[in-house]
């Protein structure tokens, strides 16, 4: 099929050129009717914002343009089905798990998964096997899994229904996820990938192979993180004989919006098109202007510039007792607005150019130049693990028993040993540190002040101002 094709996009197109009169939704009319203040940000895009009118399709049950755009992209990677998320990979990430697995189902999952993929397993009522992955030394984070492990937990758990992978994780490391696909699929076991920021991989092989190419039964891709595409648009891709794809596609009905964005599904047919035309040209001049940035910045003494995996991930360390947090802050004041910070590190997300595109690039070498002034040389920070010590683990209390069971609120100091009641996520990048029904270990509480001593981000974790949490009444005492 011919990748340079836009027909959802053309065909919003040509509908605004034929002036329609709107008595449909949505209720701003193609923008006639608007407040004057936003007008001059939001007209042109207002004009493809529609409905499932004559002519543009739905969703839901594509039959036309959107049907067209979805083949498109599983030509592009070449699976069996492939479809348009407009709730982000998060909706992905339920859907697959969803229609995978069942109430009291064993599910082998990676320990270091977002968010999404915990809320997935939980929303099934499933019995989770967690696998902890491999801490990265360089990084100072979690990083992927090795065979080895995945071994042992198939042994003890032969009768697990699936196995849920994050590849790459949000620092762009991967690691050898072909061979455990391989071996799950012997077992008879239907792989799931969470590859929300693998979505360029399939480019070039500039970049790591894509979970779709090693052969993942299920695969979600973030689209807007790395390819020109607006926030909350992703890809599903299906390609499997385990997983029924008739319980894939009503889940996707079921959990995505009725009334989907067409500016957003727009945007995938857009970003899909400028993926499938990516040429050998593109890539070496991508590589050519990501190498070049790099080696300046390599050149700036108080900053450590990290090079594994995804070339468009670069990951930032100052060279002294600064924290992620505290660089962070720092480049923010020069200009520089990052992906995120953690304890150790600062993550930037690059570009994916076409040849003859232009990028800051100068300006933010020179923001790196000023920034790193501030820096003052010495000891590294001191090292603290954020990821489980057992290689597999399972929750000390079942989602289905939690339902029944009372919480109380406690001091944080006194709760080691206690079942945690509640959700703790550093975020970004969104991996829980403490799951509802987990042993809370005082590894666990260090970790907890420690990061909101450092000023890091946590979303759950309601009690934790006054240096508390929840805990169930009934265990742990």
Sequence with gaps: ??????????????HNQENPISFHVPGHKFGEVFLEKGKSFFSDILKLDATEITGLDDLHSPEGVILEAEELLADLYRTQKSFFLINGSTVGNLSMILSTINENDIVLVQRNSHKSIMNGIK???????????????????????????????INQYPNAKALILTYPNYYGLTYDLKSIIDLAHTHGIPVLVDEAHGVHFIAGDYFPQSAVELGADIVVQSAHKTLPAMTMGAFLHFQSSLVSRDQLQFYLQALQSSSPS????????????????????????????????????????????????????????AAGTLSGFELQRILESQGIFTELADPYNVLCVLPLLKKGMEHRWLEAANSLVASAQSIEKGQSISENHFIKN???????????????????????????????????????????LCLPGEVLREADLQTISYLRNIGAKIQGGEFLSADKIKVFKSWGI
């Design 390 to 432: 057992n290689a597999i683990s399972t929750l000390a209390v079942g989602y289905k028993e939690m339902e029944h069971q009372d919480t109380e609120v406690i001091p944080l100091d006194t709760s080691a040993g206690r079942i945690c009641a509640e959700s703790i996520i550093p975020y970004p990048p969104g991996i829980p």
């Design 1 to 14: 099929m011919k990748q340079s094709r836009t027909p959802l996009f053309d065909q919003l197109i040509k």
């Design 262 to 317: 067409y500016p957003l599904m727009a945007s995938l047919d857009l970003a899909r098109s400028y993926l499938g035309t990516y040429s050998q040209e593109d890539l070496t001049y991508l590589r050519g202007e990501i190498e070049s940035f790099r080696n300046t910045v390599n050149n700036i003494e108080t900053i450590r510039l990290l090079n594994q995996g995804d070339p468009l991930k670069m990951t930032i360390q």
């Design 123 to 153: 929303l099934a009522k499933a019995n989770p096997v967690f696998i902890s992955p491999d801490y990265n030394l360089e990084y100072k984070v979690a990083g992927g899994l090795n065979i080895d492990d995945i071994k042992s937990a």
